[in-house]
């Protein structure tokens, strides 16, 4: 009898430091994972804890991904905020290209790209933005697309956006 092996990714949300959170453990949570959502400071984080994340991220062997949000500081990326698809092309690009950037100063490459937030929840309900974060994430070619299930996606949309992620995990 043939044994199948499955792999289990423990991914996190990290490096959100702000006022409404701490990232004191984010080097514990770097021990047990295996990616890392690295917040590219439009929500929270900044320069200095993407260093921190990546760095320990490497040391740990622990995949690095690019965790972009509305520019909501705020209200910690959670308002809602309805853009073009080329300005939401443009946000997520730039907060990606900030994390590569660091990321390639460790020797590391983001692998994936995970929304926070209202963007994420807003991907849940609407088909068209999910469909351009992911074809975003096909031109970034950073590897894969994270959505947070959406119970709220028709069966349609659904098999639409699992088309989508399949063609990006290729």
């Known amino acids: 009898?043939?044994?199948?092996?499955?792999e289990i990714n423990i991914n996190c949300d990290l490096g959100e430091k702000s006022k409404h959170h701490s990232n004191k453990y984010d080097p514990d949570l770097l021990e047990i994972v295996?990616?890392?959502n690295v917040a590219c400071g439009?929500?929270?984080g900044d320069v200095s804890t993407m260093h921190d994340v990546v760095q320990i991220?490497?040391?740990?062997?622990?995949?690095?991904?690019?965790?972009p949000s509305f520019n909501d500081p705020k209200n910690f990326g959670r308002e809602?905020?309805?853009?073009t698809s080329y300005e939401v092309k443009k946000l997520i690009y730039d907060q990606y290209d900030i994390l590569q950037k660091i990321s390639i100063q460790h020797g590391q490459n983001v692998t994936h790209i995970k929304p926070h937030g209202a963007l994420n929840n807003m991907a849940c309900e609407d088909i068209e933005l999910a469909t351009t974060?992911?074809?975003f994430t096909i031109s970034s070619k950073s590897g894969s697309y994270l959505l947070e299930w959406c119970s709220d996606f028709s069966p349609k949309s659904q098999f639409?956006?699992?088309s989508i992620v399949l063609i990006v995990e290729v």
């Open 34 to 36: 295996n990616s890392a």
């Open 160 to 162: 639409i956006l699992i």
């Open 42 to 44: 439009y929500h929270a």
């Open 1 to 6: 009898s043939t044994i199948e092996t499955m």
């Open 133 to 135: 974060l992911a074809e």
């Open 57 to 67: 991220s490497k040391k740990n062997g622990v995949s690095i991904g690019a965790h």
């Open 80 to 83: 809602r905020i309805y853009l």
